[in-house]
């Protein structure tokens, strides 16, 4: 790898907010977190610079199981119901 161009390669805390759930890893967002000020003291009793996201594992509907399957044989079915099935082989 060449020296100087890439960014700078660290810990970091991922906190979602709005799932009160965050997790330490190493990041090279860590740069950015850092410049912003924000730290947050983790579990080890060492402070690290900290970025807030929207979405992750623990408020993803996906993740959460909380997703909804479409339906997509019932729609198919009621819109050929409303507007006639289509002759012919297209």
Do not use: C, Q
């Not at 700078?8 to 912003?36: I, N």
């Amino acid at each position: 790898m060449k020296p100087g161009i890439h960014p700078p390669y660290g810990p970091v805390v991922f906190r979602d907010r709005a799932a009160g759930f965050a997790f330490l890893t190493r990041s090279t967002a860590a740069a950015a977190a850092t410049a912003s000020g924000r730290t947050i003291e983790w579990e080890d009793g060492n402070t690290y610079p900290v970025v807030d996201v929207e979405i992750s594992s623990a408020s993803h509907p996906f993740y959460t199981g909380t997703a909804r399957v479409l339906d997509t044989a019932g729609r198919v079915e009621r819109f050929e119901r409303r507007y006639g099935k289509r002759e012919g082989g297209r």
